[in-house]
């Protein structure tokens, strides 16, 4: 397959995201023309076209897995095969853009890989990755994660990359330090941050870090000291600032959102969030 120079990939494994991912597209079109594929699992073929009416969307089957969370886990670590491009920037799909953003592009001119920190980046002090009451890092690395106390967590829902040996090479290490995570679900809660941090480690891809602006968690925001305007905004549908609903409103999404209350199930109330 003859991969194209650049574009976008979203991930949708089941219906609870899917009004975060129509507006997710209308956000990126609005600012972007370049083609936006989807790695996409447990969705009814019937709503392909609700997808797809954004323009050059690509429709990617994921990794299947009957829990739709886990399924995004196994999808992000597919990222690399999957992607249709030379050049990815991946984005959840319960994210905003706020305003073009040309320059991450051109940023992977010089590096392997695009990254955002996320809003407690110390793996020492992230106890977001346990499901226990234990000391952080002793745990994460008790169970054969690589990690020390330098180690820094980073945000999964911004990453950049480009084709290369190095970064094929993280995401095989990505792939094989998650899957301790899922072996220790005793003590680990099925997020793919410790993976994440662990390939890091070992790899030591050519990275970039790049300012919050790039992955904004509205929910977290009195953690940030920004003092420049928000590029991307990462905040789910229903609890979205009403800048960012207003933004991607059109009659198509307001007609949408009139029938997903009918049709889709409340993503706030996903069962899954909590297995």
Not at 2 to 11: A, D, H, N, R, V
Not at 22 to 32: D, E, G, P, T
Not at 51 to 74: F, H, M, Y
């Given at each position: 397959?003859?991969l194209?120079k650049?574009?976008?990939?979203t991930i949708?494994?089941?219906?609870?995201?899917?009004q975060d991912?129509i507006?997710?597209?209308?956000?990126?079109?609005?600012?972007?023309?370049?083609?936006?594929?989807?790695?996409?699992d447990?969705v009814?073929?019937i709503?392909?076209p609700?997808l797809?009416?954004?323009?050059n969307?690509?429709?990617?089957p994921?990794?299947?897995?009957?829990?739709?969370v886990?399924?995004?886990r196994l999808?992000?670590?597919a990222?690399?095969?999957?992607?249709?491009?030379?050049?990815?920037?991946?984005?959840?799909c319960?994210?905003c853009?706020?305003?073009?953003?040309?320059?991450v592009?051109?940023?992977l001119d010089?590096?392997?890989?695009?990254?955002t920190?996320?809003v407690?980046?110390?793996?020492?002090?992230a106890?977001?990755l346990?499901r226990?009451?234990q000391?952080?890092?002793?745990?994460?690395?008790?169970?054969?994660?690589?990690?020390?106390?330098?180690?820094v967590q980073?945000n999964?829902?911004f990453?950049?990359f480009?084709?290369?040996?190095?970064?094929?090479e993280?995401f095989?290490?990505w792939?094989?330090?998650?899957?301790?995570?899922r072996?220790?679900?005793?003590?680990?809660?099925l997020?793919d941050q410790?993976?994440?941090?662990?390939?890091?480690?070992t790899?030591?891809?050519?990275?970039?870090?790049?300012?919050?602006i790039?992955?904004?968690?509205?929910k977290?925001?009195?953690?940030y000291?920004?003092?420049e305007?928000i590029?991307v905004?990462h905040?789910?549908?229903?609890?979205?600032p009403?800048y960012?609903?207003?933004?991607?409103?059109?009659?198509y999404?307001?007609?949408?959102d009139r029938?997903?209350?009918v049709?889709?199930?409340?993503q706030?109330?996903?069962?899954?969030?909590v297995?």
């Amino acid at each position: 397959m003859k991969l194209e120079k650049q574009g976008f990939i979203t991930i949708l494994t089941g219906l609870y995201s899917f009004q975060d991912c129509i507006h997710f597209l209308a956000s990126v079109r609005k600012f972007h023309e370049e083609p936006i594929a989807i790695l996409i699992d447990r969705v009814p073929q019937i709503f392909y076209p609700l997808l797809k009416a954004a323009g050059n969307v690509k429709l990617i089957p994921a990794p299947a897995s009957e829990n739709p969370v886990l399924a995004s886990r196994l999808a992000k670590l597919a990222l690399y095969e999957k992607t249709p491009f030379e050049k990815t920037i991946y984005l959840d799909c319960d994210i905003c853009l706020l305003t073009k953003i040309d320059e991450v592009f051109d940023f992977l001119d010089e590096a392997d890989f695009l990254v955002t920190e996320d809003v407690q980046p110390s793996i020492v002090k992230a106890s977001n990755l346990l499901r226990v009451k234990q000391e952080i890092l002793p745990t994460l690395q008790s169970v054969g994660l690589p990690l020390n106390e330098n180690s820094v967590q980073y945000n999964g829902g911004f990453l950049g990359f480009k084709k290369s040996a190095k970064t094929k090479e993280f995401f095989q290490k990505w792939e094989m330090y998650f899957e301790i995570v899922r072996k220790n679900q005793d003590v680990l809660l099925l997020k793919d941050q410790g993976a994440f941090a662990a390939a890091i480690e070992t790899v030591k891809p050519q990275m970039k870090i790049l300012s919050p602006i790039y992955n904004y968690l509205d929910k977290w925001k009195s953690n940030y000291d920004i003092n420049e305007p928000i590029k991307v905004l990462h905040s789910t549908y229903p609890y979205r600032p009403q800048y960012a609903k207003d933004l991607t409103r059109s009659l198509y999404t307001r007609i949408f959102d009139r029938l997903a209350k009918v049709f889709l199930p409340n993503q706030t109330k996903n069962p899954w969030r909590v297995k």
